[in-house]
Structures are given as C-alpha cells and as structure tokens.
C-alpha cells in the first residue's frame, strides 16, 4: 500500500483518548488539507487500521475513499496491523 511519491501522504494523526469527540481530528484533517492544497497537490494518501471504525468513518464522512486494503492473513503473517489506503482529491 504504497502512495505515489509525489502525492501528500497523511500519517499519525490522533488525538488523545480524553478530547476525543470533540470536532479536533476534523479539525486537524481540514488544516493538513488546507496545507496541502496551498502547496499545489491534488490528492492526499492516507493509512487507516482495518480494526479502527470511528477513524474510518471520519476519513469517509470526510471524502476520502478506500483505494486498496492489505491481506489480512498476509498482514499477520508479517506482522503487521492491516490497513487501508485512502485518498481523497482536493
């Protein structure tokens, strides 16, 4: 699940587990965007775990759409968490 490399790719944005709910990793999605389209790129890449639904929701409520999705049984194998990969077109 490699984005391309000149494409804006988005990586560990979280926020605490006592602000959550609160609008804040929307918020900081919008600014990494607003960053990204002052910059020129079209698109912003992201992973998101298979396991974590509220972040999935986010990241499609917010436009962005699942482009591939690892093996789970793969994934494992290598130990890795399954993952995956969204993009969204600015």
Same mark, same amino acid.
């Given at each position: 699940?490699?984005?391309? $490399?000149?494409?804006?790719?988005?990586?560990?944005?979280?926020? $605490?587990?006592?602000?959550?709910?609160?609008?804040?990793?929307?918020?900081?999605?919008?600014?990494?965007?607003?960053?990204?389209?002052?910059?020129?790129?079209? %698109?912003?890449?992201?992973?998101?775990?298979?396991? $974590?639904?509220?972040?999935?929701?986010?990241?499609?409520?917010?436009?962005?759409?699942?482009?591939?999705?690892?093996?789970?049984?793969?994934?494992?194998?290598?130990?890795? %968490?399954?993952?995956?990969?969204?993009?969204?077109?600015?």
């Amino acid at each position: 699940l490699q984005p391309p $490399d000149e494409a804006a790719y988005l990586a560990n944005m979280a926020v $605490d587990v006592s602000l959550r709910r609160r609008g804040l990793a929307r918020r900081m999605l919008a600014a990494a965007e607003q960053l990204v389209a002052r910059r020129g790129l079209p %698109t912003v890449y992201l992973h998101v775990r298979l396991g $974590d639904k509220p972040a999935q929701q986010l990241y499609l409520s917010a436009g962005y759409s699942v482009v591939e999705q690892d093996n789970v049984l793969l994934a494992r194998v290598r130990g890795i %968490t399954p993952r995956a990969g969204m993009v969204k077109q600015l």
